[in-house]
């Protein structure tokens, strides 16, 4: 009989199909911390310690997740993702050193589904790849049990079925957090939702310390389907604009 573990987190994990993560990062402590506590998670873990070494183990491996480090020697973090990202789609969650906004939105732009900025708590990055997983798995979910019909907000077009949207009839590349975080904005157009609401509807996480991870992914859509699309609350949250009726 095939035996079950369940992890700290809850989740049960079964040896046959258990989930692969790579981490990806040169300090020797952190990522001998990260593997322990994502292998005590339920995890199968491989680790790189540089750019080079990391997108030879993703093409080789082909894991469910990667955890990666920005800088790194040979080449950075951010050139890692692109490179995995053009083979084959990966969720990635990235560790940055510096709690600068431009590097996570260059590092969101280059694929990165989320962040965190060191320090951290162990419990918090294995929550962060519970959740990621989880959002592959409804995405995949949706994939085959698509909901019908195109959602149309003046030039703004929302195809729940493939997943696309299109911005005056041209296709807009989406990471599959900005897609889930528009069609959640969508879901109830011109109603401001608050950081915390986002928080848990988009990335499963109720804890408030995750609030920037929000704002840096509502800039990085801005960019991508036009600023004036969503509106900021001071002090509260967002909304997605429409077209006066």
Not at 178 to 183: P, S
Not at 190 to 200: G, I, K, P, T
Not at 224 to 244: D, F, N, Q, S, W
Request: glycine share 6%.
């Amino acid at each position: 009989m095939e035996q079950t573990h369940t992890s700290q987190n809850g989740v049960a994990a079964t040896p046959g199909a258990q989930r692969r993560v790579l981490v990806v990062e040169d300090d020797a402590t952190i990522v001998d911390a990260i593997a322990a506590r994502l292998r005590a998670e339920g995890f199968v873990v491989q680790t790189a310690v540089d750019g080079p070494a990391a997108v030879d183990a993703a093409e080789a491996w082909q894991p469910d997740l990667m955890v990666l480090d920005v800088m790194l020697p040979g080449f950075d973090g951010l050139e890692v993702c692109r490179r995995v990202q053009a083979q084959r789609p990966v969720p990635v969650l990235m560790l940055t050193a510096r709690d600068d906004e431009t590097d996570m939105l260059v590092g969101l732009g280059v694929g990165a589904d989320d962040y965190m900025t060191k320090p951290f708590s162990m419990r918090e990055l294995a929550a962060r790849v519970h959740v990621l997983l989880r959002r592959v798995e409804r995405a995949a979910l949706a994939a085959v049990t698509p909901r019908s019909g195109i959602l149309r907000l003046g030039e703004l077009e929302i195809d729940h079925a493939q997943r696309r949207v299109r911005v005056r009839a041209e296709d807009v590349h989406l990471t599959p957090t900005e897609f889930d975080l528009l069609v959640c904005l969508a879901n109830t157009p011109r109603a401001v939702l608050s950081r915390e609401q986002l928080l848990a509807e988009v990335w499963d996480w109720a804890d408030a310390s995750g609030t920037r991870t929000v704002d840096s992914h509502i800039k990085a859509l801005r960019r991508k389907i036009g600023a004036e699309r969503i509106r900021t609350v001071h002090g509260v949250g967002y909304a997605l604009e429409t077209p006066a009726p």
